[in-house]
C-alpha cells in the first residue's frame, strides 16, 4: 500500500499556483519524497524529489516541513498542459528501488 | 536519444493467448521495471531488473515472465492470457535505484476478450 495521502481532486485556475499537499506521517528518516505526474494516456513523468530541505528544478519546488510527516509540491504558474495526476512517492530505493503508487491528485487546470 | 519505447502501443488478445511486450531503453540503464495500472489506480511493479541476466519478482508477478539478456531490453511475456490482465502496461527504466528517478514508456494498453 502505498504510504502517503493526497486529496483525489483539486481545481486551480490558470496562471496561478498550484499547491498540491501529500501527508506522509510514518516516512522513515532515510526515505525520500519524489513527485511523478501523469498526463492523461501517457506514462509517469518525474518533476521533483527530496529529503529534507526544500527543492526547486525548472518544473516545480518542492516543501518539506521539518518534521518530514507532509510535503507541498507547488508548480508557480500552472497551465492548462499541466492538468494531470500528481503523485506522491515516498522510497528508499535500495537494491528494488520500485515506487509505490497511490491513487494520486487529479489537477485540473482551468483558464 | 529516444528513451524508452515500448511496443506494440494497443493489442487485444482472446483468453488463453500468449504475447510478449517489447521495452526498449537507449540510455544504458542498469535497472528496468514492469508495471501494470488498472483503470482509476495507480501503478503496480511486475518485474524488475538490476542488470543483464538478472530478474527478481515486484508485487503482481503471478502470470508473467521476464528476461533480460541485453542491458536494452526488456520484454515482458504472457503465456495464458486472462481478462484480469486487461490493463495498461508501462516499462521504466533508471541508471542505478538509489536515488534514481525513473524514466518511464509511453504504455501498452492490452485487452483480453
Known amino acids: 500500500d502505498a504510504k502517503t495521502t493526497q486529496p483525489p481532486s483539486m481545481d486551480c485556475a490558470e496562471g496561478r499556483a498550484a499547491n498540491l499537499p501529500c501527508n506522509h506521517s510514518?516516512?522513515?528518516?532515510?526515505?525520500?519524497v519524489y513527485w511523478y505526474r501523469q498526463i492523461h494516456s501517457q506514462g509517469p513523468q518525474y518533476i521533483i524529489h527530496g529529503l529534507k530541505n526544500n527543492e526547486t528544478n525548472e518544473m516545480a519546488s518542492l516543501i518539506i516541513t521539518e518534521d518530514r510527516k507532509s510535503s507541498t509540491l507547488i508548480l508557480p504558474h500552472a497551465t492548462l498542459r499541466d492538468t494531470a495526476v500528481y503523485y506522491c512517492?515516498?522510497?528508499?530505493?535500495?537494491?528494488?528501488?520500485?515506487?509505490?503508487f497511490g491513487k494520486g491528485t487529479k489537477l485540473s487546470v482551468k483558464p | 536519444n529516444a528513451g524508452v519505447t515500448q511496443t506494440p502501443k494497443f493489442r487485444i488478445l482472446k483468453i488463453g493467448q500468449s504475447m510478449t511486450l517489447q521495452c526498449t531503453q537507449d540510455?544504458?540503464?542498469?535497472?528496468m521495471y514492469w508495471y501494470r495500472q488498472d483503470p482509476g489506480m495507480g501503478l503496480k511493479l511486475i518485474y524488475y531488473?538490476?542488470?543483464?541476466?538478472?530478474?527478481d519478482k515486484g508485487e503482481v508477478p503471478n502470470g508473467y515472465n521476464v528476461s533480460r539478456s541485453t542491458t536494452e531490453d526488456f520484454p515482458l511475456r504472457l503465456e495464458l492470457a486472462a481478462p484480469s490482465q486487461t490493463s495498461v502496461y508501462f516499462c521504466?527504466?533508471?541508471?542505478?535505484?538509489?536515488?534514481?528517478?525513473?524514466?518511464f514508456g509511453p504504455g501498452t494498453r492490452l485487452l483480453v476478450l
Open positions: 510514518t516516512i522513515s528518516g532515510n526515505e525520500y
Open positions: 531488473s538490476v542488470g543483464a541476466g538478472i530478474t
Open positions: 521504466a527504466s533508471s541508471y542505478s535505484s538509489y536515488q534514481e528517478t525513473q524514466y
Open positions: 540510455m544504458n540503464h542498469n535497472y
Open positions: 512517492i515516498v522510497s528508499l530505493g535500495g537494491s528494488q528501488g520500485n515506487l509505490i
